[in-house]
């Protein structure tokens, strides 16, 4: 299942390994932000089905926020991609979870493909290894 991914990453290097992982799998990468504005501007103008989000962006710790906005205003699956998961240990509304950065091609992979079983309401019974869902 072939999905429009878009990338909230302020580290280059590790927005740009993870374009790649995600071309590799089929996905299409509609784009990389490095701030919450960027995003936003992004997400308005393209259909996003799951953007991967970063905790703290370059301009600041907005990445809690924006997942928000994206997934209960403009119906983005959002997926947390942090080294800070304790962050968002509460869950924050209108997202899927939180996949503890660094890591691997093998947990992206599988914690995509979840997030998008989810999104089409598919019946998913466990969470791959080193998601930690959200209520």
């Not at 799998?25 to 308005?44: C, I, S, Y």
């Not at 997202?95 to 992206?108: F, I, M, N, Y």
């Not at 969470?127 to 930690?132: K, V």
Request: glycine share 10%; charged share 25%.
């Amino acid at each position: 299942m072939s999905a429009r991914i878009l990338i909230i990453e302020d580290e280059a290097l590790v927005a740009m390994e993870l374009r790649f992982v995600l071309e590799d799998l089929g996905h299409e990468v509609m784009g990389v932000a490095a701030t919450a504005k960027a995003a936003r501007d992004m997400a308005r103008e393209i259909d996003v089905d799951l953007a991967l989000v970063d905790i703290h962006l370059s301009d600041g710790p907005t990445g809690i926020a924006l997942g928000r906005e994206l997934g209960q205003d403009m119906g983005v699956t959002v997926l947390f991609m942090t080294a800070n998961p304790g962050m968002v240990r509460e869950g924050v509304a209108g997202t899927v979870g939180v996949l503890s950065k660094p890591t691997d091609e093998r947990a992206v992979q599988s914690a995509v493909d979840y997030a998008l079983k989810r999104r089409q309401g598919e019946a998913v019974q466990y969470a791959p290894p080193g998601l930690q869902l959200f209520g």
